[in-house]
T-cell receptor, first 116, second 111 residues
Framework: EAGVAQSPRYKIIEKRQSVAFWCNPISGHATLYWYQQILGQGPKLLIQFQNNGVVDDSQLPKDRFSAERLKGVDSTLKIQPAKLEDSAVYLC??????????????FGDGTRLSIL | DAKTTQPPSMDCAEGRAANLPCNHSTISGNEYVYWYRQIHSQGPQYIIHGLKNNETNEMASLIITEDRKSSTLILPHATLRDTAVYYCIVSLRGTGNQFYFGTGTSLTVIP
C-alpha cells in the first residue's frame, strides 16, 4: 500500500513569512496527526484529527499555527507568521482506527522547514 | 502517559543480535508499548507493539517483563541498515494513540 505522502520535502522562508504543508494519509485511515521534530529531539504532537474533526490540539501554538482536514482525507498545516524557532521537520502520520484502537501510526518522511 | 527511559546510544556488531532496553516503570494496565525507529532524513518507521505478551514479527521481537515495567526490543541479526534512532513509546488506548516520543536510543551497527 502507498504510504503517507507529504509535500514539499524542503522549504526555506524568511521569518514573518507564511508557509503551508500538505499531507495525504494512507487510504482509509481515519486518524491523522501532525508532529513537529526539532533537531536532536523526538517528534512532538501538534494536532490530531479523527476524520475531519479535531481530537486534540492542545500543543498547537494557535496564535500562528493552523491546520485543517477538509473532507476527512488530506490535511494542511499552516504557519503564519513564521518565527526562527519554527525551524524543524514537520511530520504527518495516520492510523487506521479511531481513538479506542491500538493500531500503530504510520509516518511520512516530513517537510524540513528552515527559517532565515 | 507513562514516560520511558532509554540509553542514549548503543553499538552492535553486524550479524549479532541487538537488544535495546526500555524502562517504563509507571506504565498503567491499559497502556501499550510501541517501538519505532528513525533513519536519518526519514519519518519514524513502525516496528512492533504489545500489551503483555511477547510479540514477534518479520522485523523484531518484543519482550515485555511480567510486571510490565520494562521491555526489550530484539533485532535478531543486525545489519548496517538497522543503524537508526529507536524510540520506545507507551500509549494509552482510548486517547487516540497520542504518542510522546523521548530522545530514543541511537543504535550504531558496526561492520
Amino acid at each position: 500500500e502507498a504510504g503517507v505522502a507529504q509535500s514539499p520535502r524542503y522549504k526555506i522562508i524568511e521569518k514573518r513569512q507564511s508557509v503551508a504543508f500538505w499531507c495525504n494519509p494512507i487510504s482509509g485511515h481515519a486518524t491523522l496527526y501532525w508532529y513537529q521534530q526539532i533537531l536532536g529531539q523526538g517528534p512532538k504532537l501538534l494536532i490530531q484529527f479523527q476524520n475531519n474533526g479535531v481530537v486534540d490540539d492542545s500543543q498547537l501554538p494557535k496564535d500562528r499555527f493552523s491546520a485543517e482536514r477538509l473532507k476527512g482525507v488530506d490535511s494542511t498545516l499552516k504557519i503564519q507568521p513564521a518565527k526562527l524557532e519554527d525551524s524543524a521537520v514537520y511530520l504527518c502520520a495516520s492510523s487506521l482506527m479511531g481513538p479506542t484502537s491500538n493500531q500503530p501510526q504510520h509516518f511520512g518522511d516530513g517537510t524540513r522547514l528552515s527559517i532565515l | 502517559d507513562a514516560k520511558t527511559t532509554q540509553p542514549p546510544s548503543m553499538d552492535c556488531a553486524e550479524g549479532r543480535a541487538a537488544n535495546l532496553p526500555c524502562n517504563h516503570s509507571t506504565i498503567s494496565g491499559n497502556e501499550y508499548v510501541y517501538w519505532y525507529r528513525q533513519i536519518h532524513s526519514q519519518g519514524p518507521q513502525y516496528i512492533i507493539h504489545g500489551l503483555k505478551n511477547n510479540e514477534t514479527n518479520e522485523m523484531a521481537s518484543l519482550i515485555i517483563t511480567e510486571d510490565r515495567k520494562s521491555s526489550t526490543l530484539i533485532l535478531p541479526h543486525a545489519t548496517l541498515r538497522d543503524t537508526a534512532v529507536y524510540y520506545c513509546i507507551v500509549s494509552l488506548r482510548g486517547t487516540g494513540n497520542q504518542f510522546y516520543f523521548g530522545t530514543g536510543t541511537s543504535l550504531t551497527v558496526i561492520p
